[in-house]
């Protein structure tokens, strides 16, 4: 079992920056696919960024690239996603996502995964 904790959102104007974190507790993330992904009212939850398990190569949703950054520090079991440069449309809550077993072809398939934090509102005002 991985439980997950993300902290770091907030209400924010178009081009600040927020760092949202996603600590993972009950197993080390060193080998885990984590991921970010976001939902907003009335909308699927969608792939943002991800890191797969087996190396530090990074993905990103095409809208968010250049902007946002997914890292890891596996010392510290946790997660990061820096947002740089927000605008509204980044407005959604934002979900913190694991699978020790996932697939590269799975990669953005939020359902995929088995394990998910609580989630954290990111509100971006114009």
């Known amino acids: 079992q991985v439980q997950l904790a993300e902290t770091g959102g907030g209400l924010v104007q178009a081009g600040d920056s927020l760092r949202l974190s996603c600590v993972a507790s009950g197993r080390t993330i060193s080998r885990t696919t984590m991921a970010w992904f976001r939902q907003a009212p009335g909308r699927e939850r969608e792939f943002v960024a991800g890191l797969f398990r087996t190396g530090y190569n990074a993905n990103y949703q095409d809208s968010v690239k250049g902007r946002f950054t997914i890292s890891r520090d596996n010392a510290k079991n946790t997660v990061y996603l820096q947002m740089n440069n927000l605008k509204p449309e980044d407005t959604a809550v934002y979900y913190c996502?694991?699978?020790?077993?996932?697939?590269?072809?799975?990669?953005?398939?939020?359902?995929?995964?088995?394990?998910w934090g609580q989630g954290t509102q990111v509100t971006v005002s114009s």
């Open positions: 996502a694991a699978d020790q077993n996932l697939i590269y072809s799975d990669f953005g398939r939020h359902t995929a995964y088995d394990y």
